[in-house]
């Protein structure tokens, strides 16, 4: 069977969108990690704070 131009664009499309996917979750992944990083240093100073205070 010979694709046809419709079958290919929604191949390209479909291509496409799990692409754009995969970025997506790397960037998220990217994201989330700063987050818990700034985080972790933000409780860290304050707990440095406080033992300072004790």
């Known amino acids: 069977m010979i694709p ?3 079958a290919t664009s929604k191949y390209r499309a479909v291509r496409q969108t799990l692409a754009d996917r ?3 979750d790397e ?3 990217t994201t989330r990690a700063s987050h818990t ?3 972790t240093s933000d409780f860290s100073e304050d707990v440095a704070q406080r033992i300072e205070l004790i």
Request: aromatic share 8%; hydrophobic share 35%; glycine share 0%.
């Open 27 to 29: 960037e998220i992944e």
């Open 4 to 6: 046809t131009a419709d």
């Open 37 to 39: 990083e700034a985080n």
């Open 22 to 24: 995969e970025f997506n």
